[in-house]
């Protein structure tokens, strides 16, 4: 856990680096243009290609520290299992306390035969189809 706390600080530090090597750039492709010799690191030639050349570098280490982290993101959790406490698709357990059930009086629960069907839809509901 330690190493992907430690490469998503390094990722989050090259991105900071890359926009701001981006801004840096003229939108002409000139570089930071500032005054200095012709033929040297500063120049507007100079700087064009150092800056190209620092982005290019520090979008492929960027690429490749999501690959790392989404690597180990997937390591770290594929010994889960799926938590199924909020699952209602199973009936909840039968208790003591429920009156249908056979608890403390060990009164069995009524037949099948003796439920009472559900009512049928009232005449003035006006969803049933029947009042129109």
Do not use: H, W
Request: charged fraction near 10%; avoid cysteine.
């Amino acid at each position: 856990m330690s190493l992907f706390l430690f490469i998503t600080v390094v990722q989050a530090i090259v991105a900071a680096a890359l926009v701001g090597v981006i801004l840096m750039q003229r939108s002409e492709g000139g570089g930071l243009g500032v005054g200095g010799s012709p033929s040297g690191l500063m120049s507007a030639r100079g700087a064009a290609d150092f800056l190209t050349r620092a982005t290019a570098i520090l979008a492929t280490l960027f690429v490749v520290l999501s690959i790392i982290l989404a690597a180990l993101a997937v390591s770290s959790s594929s010994g889960r299992e799926i938590d199924t406490t909020l699952d209602r698709s199973t009936p909840p357990p039968v208790t003591s306390n429920d009156p249908l059930g056979t608890g403390a009086s060990g009164a069995a629960p009524a037949p099948a035969a003796q439920q009472q069907a559900p009512a049928a839809p009232a005449d003035t509901d006006p969803l049933s189809g029947a009042a129109q």
